[in-house]
């Protein structure tokens, strides 16, 4: 199947700083990506939706401002978390999917650990 | 808009006996339905779906699920667990009322016990 990376792994940030995170999708052309985040032991929750050259779609309640999202290519989304606090620690996924509808996988990156301090 | 359930937030099983878990969709005509597993802070990772055809659809790692139209079920099932089994498990519905999106139930927690 497709492979979807994720960088950082883990990363741990002082309160009030940005950390951003990546999203590649190795081996195919990733026309839409989806960042979601998850708390221990919960369900995953949609942030938002990004389309390649497009603006993030963000779901109700998530605030564009806070969690900026780019995706520049068709291989390349990033999430940035700004002026992060620790409420913001979690648990972030991505995911690709080669095109739009019905036809087309979505696959998962190995998500990302944000602690903030 | 489209949606799964997962009733049990946790199933506990001895190893070598049978699993199932459950899961019960609400859509709008035909589903598409998915069922993925996660280890501790990983991804998801897909273990099988039900588009069209068989009921009964064989996934990875020895799991399959039935597909059951008039319960609205979409039950996860492995003959013989193993501890290795144990993860966390979400049932996916892709809903097409809303760009094909995933929508996830709450997941349930499986425990295989040696």
């Known amino acids: 199947g497709a492979v979807v990376s994720q960088h950082p792994s883990r990363v741990i940030c002082k309160s009030g700083t940005s950390v951003k995170i990546e999203c590649r999708s190795l081996d195919f052309q990733a026309t839409t990506m989806f960042w979601y985040r998850q708390f221990p032991k919960q369900s995953l929750m949609l942030m938002a939706t990004s389309n390649e050259g497009s603006k993030a779609t963000y779901e109700q309640g998530v605030e564009k401002d806070k969690f900026l999202i780019n995706h520049a290519s068709l291989t390349l989304s990033t999430l940035t978390v700004t002026s992060a606090h620790p409420e913001d620690s979690s648990f972030y996924i991505c995911?690709?999917?080669?095109?739009?509808?019905?036809?087309?996988?979505?696959?998962f990156g190995p998500g990302t650990r944000l602690t903030v301090t | 808009a489209q949606s799964v359930a997962q009733p049990e937030d946790q199933v506990n099983v001895a190893e070598g006996n049978p699993l199932t878990v459950k899961c019960t969709y609400s859509v709008s005509g035909n589903p598409y339905l998915f069922w993925y597993v996660q280890y501790p802070n990983r991804g998801l990772q897909f273990l099988l779906k039900y588009i069209t055809g068989d009921n009964l659809v064989k996934g990875s790692y020895g799991f399959e699920a039935e597909f059951n139209k008039s319960q609205t079920s979409f039950h996860l099932k492995k003959p013989s667990a193993l501890v290795s089994d144990s993860a966390l498990y979400f049932c996916?519905?892709?809903?097409?009322?809303?760009?094909?999106?995933?929508?996830f139930g709450a997941g349930t927690t499986v425990t295989v016990r040696a």
């Open positions: 996916a519905v892709r809903d097409i009322s809303n760009d094909y999106k995933l929508s």
């Open positions: 995911s690709a999917r080669a095109g739009t509808r019905r036809s087309y996988e979505q696959y």
